[in-house]
């Protein structure tokens, strides 16, 4: 099974890169939330807060090519007829769909490189990471969890056909909730308790604390602990999912 | 030994129309269902467009619940035991679908190969040997969305054999293929079943199922009409003679008065190019070739044939009093 979840991050991976469209997307996105963060924030005095912006903008990216991975793949999978042909094999389904949804989160790490370069060249942001290793962590952590949650989305995606337009629905809700469009202390305070249970709030945070120096590595270790709660959530979804799809005859789109 | 058994097998589909008034549509696509298929058999399920064979094989291969009936493949019942079905049995089918399109045809079959539970000591040599066997060595590396739809039917049956199946699903692998490919294929389906696996595969090719399989089932409305060898099938039309009528522009009335004939059974009406041709049958000794023609006077005619039935005949046959 291993080797199926590292072949099928490896080949999600090359899939997605091989679209110059996709790909362009994927470099010029995180470039224009990070200018439009700086204009709005007026982060031209404050470098940790353009750097935060830059990394939020990251993470906003992440779940949203986690999102196009775990939706718009399944959908892609349907039309192509390889949707029926993994869930034929008998690697269990998380085992196909987990490494889609932390694929596209990986692609999405990308956009941190992007943002990065952006903010130094054009707004002078310097590049000074205070805890190296614990942002080398983060950023994978981020990445795992982001894709874990996607899963839990991707297990919906099975049963319904309309996938695509249901994924791209959760984008702006969990941007906002999570703290990566607006501060969250902007927001009411019930909004908190649902950010806690999100993986891009500690996602950001933990390379947010290890990029500006903080305590990084309880968020990190929050990242790890969310994943593993939603591989057991996701898994079982699929489990049950995939059961009703095989009576509902809602693998394929014809 | 019966390595498939179906009995009483039902299948439902149910469709909701309407954004306000919401409508349930049930369409059963199988009803009740039953028959065997023993190990080292080449079964072939013969039926048109929707008559429920690619339903019958997606239930076979665990990808459809059955609504009612059982269904056990390799002695796993297909409700309950799914995984233990998934890793013995191969699935394809034809068409351009069911391949990574951007990826390679090596990366493809890595990828199934790893799913499939291939050991990483024997994978690639399991990949060389599938490709040397469906002549698309050399041509690995390339993407498959520069693949013609011969060669990705080949990659589609060398995905289909990386885990070395005990029971191969074909579901109408020859589906638009030309005639070169389509034959190619056949070879290699029958050199497969010459190795000693056990096939099930659909098709509404006559020509096909006559060559490739030993015993036949032709499915129709959800409905097994008839199950035998081709030959046994062909009885079902053993006492006719088929007279084949090359005509333009024949009405139904003309049609009407055919079957009203003494001697003729059963009149069809095909349409080849800009002809259309008459199919009729009639018992063995009836001469009712000169009545035919007698009918037809005036109308534009071309070839007459008188020839002994096919299994085509036989299927016709059998749809059409089904």
Known sequence: MIAAILTGVRLHMKQASRNPFDLSGVVVWPILYASIAYYLLDAKHDPKLLLSASLGAAVMLMWSLVVIASSGTLEQQRWQGTLELVVAAPTPLTAVIGPICVGGALVGTYGIGATLLWGALLFDVPVSIQHPLAFAVAIPAAALAVGMLGLIMAATFVLYRAAFHLGIATQYPVWIVTGLLVPLSLLPAFVRPISWLLAPTWGFRGMQEAAIGGTPWPDIGMCFVLSVVYLAIGGTCLVAFEYVARARGSLRLT | ?322
């Open chain 2, 1 to 322: 030994m019966a390595v498939i058994e179906v009995e009483g097998l039902t299948r439902r589909y149910r469709s909701r129309t309407g954004t306000f008034r919401r409508r349930t549509a049930v369409v059963e696509a199988l009803r009740g269902v039953s028959f065997e298929v023993e190990r080292g058999e080449l079964f072939g399920l013969l039926g048109p467009n929707g008559a429920g064979k690619t339903t019958m094989i997606k239930v076979l291969t665990t990808l459809l619940l059955p609504t009612s009936g059982t269904a056990r493949v390799l002695g796993f019942d297909v409700r309950r035991q799914a995984r233990q079905i998934r890793g013995r049995v191969g699935y394809v089918f034809g068409g351009d679908r069911g391949l990574y399109d951007r990826l390679s045809a090596y990366d493809n079959l890595r990828y199934f190969a790893d799913l499939y539970k291939v050991p990483p000591r024997t994978r690639r040599s399991r990949i060389d040997q599938l490709l040397e066997m469906v002549e698309l060595k050399g041509r690995e590396r390339e993407r498959v969305e520069t693949y013609s739809r011969g060669m990705r039917q080949r990659l589609h049956i060398a995905r289909g054999l990386l885990h070395d199946p005990e029971i191969l699903f074909l579901d109408e692998p020859t589906i638009g293929l030309d005639p070169v490919g389509a034959r190619e294929l056949r070879d290699t389906i029958a050199n497969l079943h010459g190795a000693g696996k056990t096939i099930l595969l659909t098709t509404h090719y006559m020509y096909e199922a006559d060559a490739l399989c030993q015993r036949i089932a032709v499915i129709a409305n959800g409905n097994f009409v008839a199950t035998g060898t081709p030959s046994d099938l062909k009885q079902v039309v053993g006492d006719h003679t088929i007279v084949e009528i090359e005509t333009f522009g024949i009405a139904d009335e003309t049609v009407e008065r055919l079957r009203r004939l003494p001697g003729v059974r059963a009149v069809g009406v095909e349409t080849r190019e800009h002809a259309q041709v008459l199919l009729v049958q009639s018992a063995v000794g009836a001469d009712v070739v000169r009545a035919l023609l007698n009918e037809l006077a005036g109308a534009d005619t071309g070839k007459v044939i008188t020839r002994e039935p096919t299994l085509e005949d036989a299927y016709v046959e059998l749809v059409r009093s089904a």
